[in-house]
């Protein structure tokens, strides 16, 4: 029976490291299990390699990778408060166990996995919090001064846990049982094949992980964890009903009798909404002009196709003008403040691809809200007018 030790950790406390250090160097384990994933040590040790910008875009993710930046600039900025690299215990461990020949094993789930789940699982409400409160936490909104190694401390960090699970229950799944279920998968996995084996995790994961090291038989099979969530394609389904329901209208004015000049001015105002909404948010993202223009050109048109989005176009524009560089990933996660980070053309390019699809959204709800009192008709009369016209043309046919 391999002998088990676990050392909890913050991740940008200066405690940690030490306590990190003392447990390799008293313990003598056979090998060091860190959480964390090969992209993360290779982030650690400098050995990113940087997607292409048209890999990036091609993904369309934009509101999820936004997450992931920000998330990793607010670490990045409480590591630079407390004078610790975020990550640094889990370097510290693996710089210890190399100068005393020990192997190490990196045991967290890749990270892509990890987010794609957090973002998958997590309902509207919960992704909306969510940007909520990372804004907020953007701009300094509700900021306040802690004390980082407190988060080491069970009692401080349980009641941490319970406060994420109630704000997302879905989100702390993915991000918090799945990984402790992960990590005691590897944890059991090292001890199969090794005496003494010590595990350097977060803080927030010691719970969980003894819970199923106590208990393996309790462990979720290891292969749903490696899943990659495949949520509902909301996207498609949502642009799959504008496109039905601006036919079905326009169709409803056409029949109804009401005049061509109200069916162009409806299609008109269709172009109007969506194009401004789009191209306003643009530039509220700090878009080039030129970039608000083609948002705002083709705005009207991705809303009725499922497989476009206003923001793609937009990005591609804004990326010709902006040309990011090489590097520029790692600048958005060190940069100094939120405005810094909107001066590095990659954040910048995401940025505006994310902000005019959510214009062009807001513009396809304002349309339906408001088409019939711009248009100064009586919905009820003319859907129904034009649907019985309809309705009775079919019935003469056949």
Known sequence: MAEIRIVGTAHVS????????????EFRPDIVGVELDAGRYAALRQEVTEPPLSE???????????????????QQRIGAETGVKPGAEMLAAIEEAEAHATPVALIDRDIRITLMRFWGRMNLWERIKLLAVLLAALVGVGHREFDVDEL?????????MEE?????????????????AYLAHQILGLGARHDRVLAVIGAGHIRGVRRYLDAPETLPPMSTLREEVKPLPWTKIFGTIVTALFAALILAIA????????LLTAFVYWILI????SAVFTLLAGGHPLSAATAFAVSWMTS?????????????????????????????????SFSDMRRIPLFRVVLVAALANVGSTIGTFAYFIFIFPFLGIDPKVVILQGFGNILGLIQGIL
Not at 255 to 262: A, F, H, P
């Open 14 to 25: 200066r405690r940690s490291i030490e306590e990190v250090r003392e447990a390799i160097e």
């Open 152 to 160: 080491t401390r069970q009692d401080v960090v349980s009641a941490a």
């Open 304 to 336: 009725l196709n499922p497989l476009l989005a206003a923001g793609w176009f937009a990005a591609i524009v804004e990326a010709k003008i902006r040309r990011p560089s090489a590097g520029e990933l790692r600048r958005v996660v060190e940069a100094g």
């Open 274 to 277: 969506n194009g401004v909404l």
């Open 255 to 262: 029949c109804s009798g009401t005049g061509i000049d109200v």
């Open 164 to 180: 994420f699970r109630k704000f997302s229950p879905h989100g702390a799944q993915a991000l918090i049982d799945e990984r402790d």
């Open 56 to 74: 990036i875009l091609k993904g369309g993710n934009f509101a999820q990778l936004l997450v992931q930046w920000v998330l990793a600039y607010l």
